[in-house]
T-cell receptor, first 113, second 109 residues
Framework: ETGVTQTPRHLVMGMTNKKSLKCEQH?????MYWYKQSAKKPLELMFV???????ENNSVPSRFSPECPNSSHLFLHLHTLQPEDSALYLCASSQDSISYEQYFGPGTRLTVT | KQEVTQIPAALSVPEGENLVLNCSFTDSAIYNLQWFRQDPGKGLTSLLLIQSSQREQTSGRLNASLDKSSGRSTLYIAASQPGDSATYLC????????FGPGTRLSVLP
């Protein structure tokens, strides 16, 4: 596969569940990102990783926990979510976190019941 | 705190028209600005990236300009086609990555 892939594409979970979103990039990039896209709101940056180290965390609630085990993989661990967390979660990567364009995955549509 | 706005919020044009989408930002201390398109329920497709030192970038029928001092960028689409129908987003990379709310474009056959 090429580009940025995300699994699962759709996820429905209860508020007491624990689940994880997975992102993989096949572009040889060094930076990876998680974004949240809610209905009628602009995309919100959640986390930035550069060379597997977290470099930015935009005041995201602790019920979202990112993990970047290597430069190709990024996870978002979810636990005790709220219905307002329902959204499209998008992963992106870029050559570095400063100068290069970002490439996005197709997203995971999350519904919290 | 960087704020990004896009005008218009929605636009409907007949096929073949040339059109301009606008993006404004409040903090001119940026590294670059990127334009994307997003189809309904899908991820984002990168269109053009303009570095802060550049004035414009072109790709096919698309031309993006950047005026950092006035905090503005425009995306020009020539000879629009129904396949151009999508939401167009600009993203400003300064201290943070900040996206605009988008312009929803419909090109009618």
């Amino acid at each position: 596969e090429t580009g940025v892939t995300q699994t699962p594409r759709h996820l429905v979970m209860g508020m007491t569940n624990k689940k994880s979103l997975k992102c993989e990039q096949h572009l040889g990039h060094n930076a990876m990102y998680w974004y949240k896209q809610s209905a009628k709101k602009p995309l919100e940056l959640m986390f930035v990783y550069s060379l597997e180290e977290r470099v930015e965390n935009n005041s995201v609630p602790s019920r979202f926990s990112p993990e970047c085990p290597n430069s190709s993989h990024l996870f978002l661990h979810l636990h005790t979510l709220q219905p307002e967390d329902s959204a499209l979660y998008l992963c992106a990567s870029s050559q570095d976190s400063i100068s290069y364009e970002q490439y996005f995955g197709p997203g995971t549509r999350l519904t919290v019941t | 705190k960087q704020e990004v706005t896009q005008i218009p919020a929605a636009l409907s044009v007949p096929e073949g028209e040339n059109l301009v989408l606008n993006c404004s930002f409040t903090d001119s201390a940026i590294y670059n600005l990127q334009w994307f398109r997003q189809d309904p329920g899908k991820g984002l497709t990168s269109l053009l990236l303009i570095q802060s030192s550049q004035r414009e970038q072109t790709s096919g029928r698309l031309n993006a300009s950047l005026d950092k001092s006035s905090g503005r960028s425009t995306l020009y689409i020539a000879a629009s086609q129904p396949g151009d129908s999508a939401t167009y987003l600009c993203a400003v990379h300064g201290q943070n990555f900040v996206f605009g709310p988008g312009t929803r474009l419909s090109v009618l056959p």
